[in-house]
């Protein structure tokens, strides 16, 4: 509007504060989403719910996926400015390893464990390898 006393118009100042939300974290026109997975899941795979911005997709966990694993969504983050494509949506499931086991739990558990080689543990392999390589001098 024209200032006051016929004087030359003023300017508007906007503040803007974008509140965090509590499932998406933004990076650029890219949408981030940590999802957290049984074990169970983790080990044998599974199609879990993933939330974005648009509503609800299907996301195939493939079988023995490991903590931080980061799966992307493309297209499936903010629009861009001008209007062309999106940008894409990350998925990063967290494996949530159980408390309190009772002692059939705990049992059942052991044995697993105790049937698996070390070929199932492809870091775990590779890391005491290395240190036996550095050590072995």
Request: aromatic share 8%; proline share 4%; charged share 30%.
């Amino acid at each position: 509007d024209a200032g006051s006393n016929g004087g030359p118009a003023g300017d508007v100042i906007v503040h803007v504060t974008v509140k965090k939300d509590a499932v998406f974290e933004r990076d650029g026109y890219d949408v981030y989403v940590r999802i957290p997975i049984t074990y169970s899941q983790a080990v044998l795979g599974a199609e879990i719910e993933v939330p974005t911005v648009d509503g609800k997709v299907a996301q195939r966990i493939p079988e023995g996926t490991q903590s931080g694993t980061r799966f992307r969504l493309r297209g499936q983050g903010i629009q861009y400015l001008n209007g062309r494509g999106r940008g894409d949506q990350y998925v990063i499931v967290e494996v949530e390893i159980p408390k309190k086991l009772n002692r059939t739990q705990r049992e059942a558990l052991k044995a697993f464990e105790d049937s698996l080689k070390d070929e199932n543990y492809e870091k775990r392999k590779g890391f005491f390898k290395n240190l036996r390589d550095r050590f072995a001098n």
